[in-house]
């Protein structure tokens, strides 16, 4: 079976020309793979480079050098180098990130913030609004604030609407940066059935949780991310 | 609404060879290359002098090019250059397939005449010429750019700047073009009313599958409505990619210093 996500000998430098170019090394040979129905969590202290994996992974941050093979559709594709409006399409149809934070567009009320991705792929409003809204009251969204912006909203309740916006789809292939940061115990245990239920879907993740319990509870398989550890 | 496999398949709908524009002694665009897709938003991004308004002007066939070509397929699926296009072809463009939003709303708008008017004179450019469907359309668009179909009598003058914004907006896509050309369309509004001028440009642009070119200085403005971006400097184009890479991880000195130098609200 060919892997959802395959990772092969990725590198990745910044280089900050403000601070008279001084190379920052952050990941160097980085390779896993990850198959449908499996959910993998990256592990390593802060700083080891775990959410630039999952950027990279995202193309959201460019590789120096290595492969992201990515299963779209049918085929392989290989981030690294894919066109920009490639990038669109493999992140529209098989990649969803849901990250650690929020960024809300002014004026766009809750409910439409979260059934976005589902418009996007063609699904008539009505439709999307219903599982936004199933999907907001598991989370325990109070319905009088889904016509509100999420703006104003608190850490939590943001971090609520974006696992909310993130889960929606039908991706094959979901990233996780934190899910569980800043929620309680019961919005955790919502987390963690959500991702149970996206495995048996079929779906390929990975995550970074730094709750021992929840990682325990989500994780088939860990990576350790300090053997990517660039040589500085 | 976007059909994937159009997406993917489609053919490039502008295509700009080793542009240049020299005035004088001044290079003002130097070799800049670039295809854009139906659908797609591009952003122009860099400091006043950089060389971003000028690109807009030769890209949209203003401004004469020193070198290179921009070539535009069009409605028959044949790509033209620009240069070689007659005198009817090049008036179908600016009148019904291309838009132009200016900065200033007075520069695209009839300031003196009605709303109405401002936003019918399109379609009777392009033959509409039944009234009461042509005054159907125009209250249709007041109500789709949130401007009180009440006002449709009123000339722009009387509008906020905000609404001029708006009502110019709708003045652009009457027509249903397929590309349109923004010069800072949020420069000069404060920001609650440019919150909101986003939050429609976006939806609009994406309801219509508009392919987009967008010049602005903000670079939240080019994270919020575009897919690609190119960064300017000294003329050329020093950086460009997918925007939240670029935004996210810039990699020219130049582009980190425009990133870094963004201050938090």
Known sequence: ????????????TFTMHLQGGIELPVVSGVTFQVNASECVVLSGPSGAGKSSILKMVFGNYRCDSGRIGIRHRGAVIDLASAEPRQILNVRRSTIGYVSQFLRAVPRVATIDVVAEPLIVNGMPRTDAQQRA???LRRLNIPERLWQLPPATFSGGEQQRVNIARGFISDLPIL????PTASLDAANRAVVVELVAEKKRQGVAMVAIVHDDEIRHLIADRIVDVTSFAAAA | MVDQAALENDQPLLVATSLSKSFGRIAACRDVSFSLYPGEVLAIVGESGSGKSTLLQLLSGQLAASGGHVSYRM???????LASLGEAERRFLYRTDWGFVHQDPAQGLRMAVSAGANVGERLMAVGWNHYGRIRETASDWLTRVEIDTA???DAPRTYSGGMRQRLQIARNLVTEPRLVFMDEPTGGLDVSVQARLLDLLRSLV???NLAVIIVT???AVAR??????????????IEAGLTDQVLDDPREPYTQLLVSSILPP
């Open chain 2, 75 to 81: 409605r028959d699926g044949v790509a033209r250059d």
């Open chain 1, 175 to 178: 990233l996780l940066d934190e």
């Open chain 2, 224 to 237: 919020l409505l575009s897919h690609r971006v190119m960064v300017m400097k000294g003329g050329r184009v």
């Open chain 2, 206 to 208: 994406a309801e219509l």
């Open chain 2, 151 to 153: 006002r449709i009598d």
């Open chain 1, 1 to 12: 079976m060919t892997a959802m996500i395959d990772v092969t000998d990725a590198n990745k």
């Open chain 1, 133 to 135: 809204g199933n999907l």
């Open chain 2, 217 to 219: 200085h903000d670079l």
